[in-house]
């Protein structure tokens, strides 16, 4: 297998797994007010992620934000809103084991004060695992001021923030599967280790899904989650701040770590336990 690293713009910078050329991503940068990326493509060649839908035109492919900072808005981008700002280029290096690490620095910039308030370490390193494309995030975000991270209440909506996957609007999410069982959607504020959607794509019926993993290590684990099937948007999120908000203070690092794997077909619990563990015994 071989890689395919291309730059675009200064904005942008596409990856690819030949020979088929069909699993890869492109991650922007510049030009909007976060990083994310988009398009996601699975290894059978399904472009899954959605970005900048008519009903929300913020969510932009698979990203990660926190909705407030000490009452900002990080997440809408309705005037006044808190934006991420790659400082610099980002690194992207390709490794021996045909997997790409993408690293960089983001400023979170306040509306108000229009300095930063968080400086953040993202680095992301993704590679393909036979019918995955994997991301593994490792986020350190660290206040320049003492900070409350929060989120709106859920009431018949809400409680979402952080990591996050908007999906095409034909996929057609027709199950989510948590380790205690299966449902048609997420229950919203359900605290597991991991979740998957999975669903129809297009009128050719493939299939195809999202799994999140948390690692066992991040505060507040088992993550609550937020989004996936009906009525959902097609939706997944680690809603880090479901139950509750979080304070930090000034100089306190909030580390975080996810799997993410944008997947063909519909898994079953023993293949997601597997790399579960897996993710649980790596660092």
């Not at 997997?99 to 993202?122: C, Q």
Request: proline share 8%; charged share 20%; with cysteine.
């Amino acid at each position: 297998m071989r890689v395919q690293i291309s730059h675009q713009d200064d904005c942008s910078l596409g990856v690819s797994w030949s020979p088929a050329n069909r699993a890869g991503w492109t991650f922007v940068y510049r030009g909007k007010p976060k990083p994310f990326f988009h398009p996601v493509t699975t290894p059978g060649g399904i472009e899954l992620t959605l970005s900048e839908p008519a009903d929300h035109l913020w969510h932009r492919g698979h990203w990660f934000t926190i909705k407030y900072v000490n009452g900002e808005n990080f997440w809408e981008e309705t005037p006044p809103f808190g934006t991420q700002r790659v400082v610099g280029e980002p690194t992207v290096t390709e490794l021996d084991d045909q997997r790409v690490r993408l690293a960089m620095e983001i400023a979170w910039i306040s509306p108000t004060s229009r300095t930063p308030v968080i400086r953040e370490t993202r680095v992301i390193t993704s590679w393909v695992d036979g019918d995955a494309l994997v991301f593994d995030w490792d986020l350190s975000l660290v206040p320049e001021i003492d900070v409350v991270l929060d989120r709106t209440p859920f009431t018949t909506w809400g409680g979402y923030s952080g990591i996050s996957l908007r999906g095409r609007p034909d996929w057609t999410i027709s199950r989510a599967l948590l380790p205690d069982g299966v449902e048609e959607r997420v229950p919203p504020g359900r605290c597991a280790a991991w979740c998957d959607v999975s669903g129809t794509v297009g009128d050719a019926g493939a299939s195809a899904g999202v799994t999140m993993l948390d690692y066992p290590e991040n505060p507040r684990h088992p993550t609550p989650w937020y989004g996936g099937g009906a009525n959902s948007g097609n939706f997944l999120n680690a809603a880090l701040l479901f139950a509750e908000p979080m304070s930090l203070g000034a100089g306190e690092a909030l580390k975080l770590r996810y799997r993410v794997l944008v997947h063909d077909g519909t898994w079953e619990r023993a293949a997601i336990e597997r790399h579960a563990t897996m993710f649980g015994e790596s660092r």
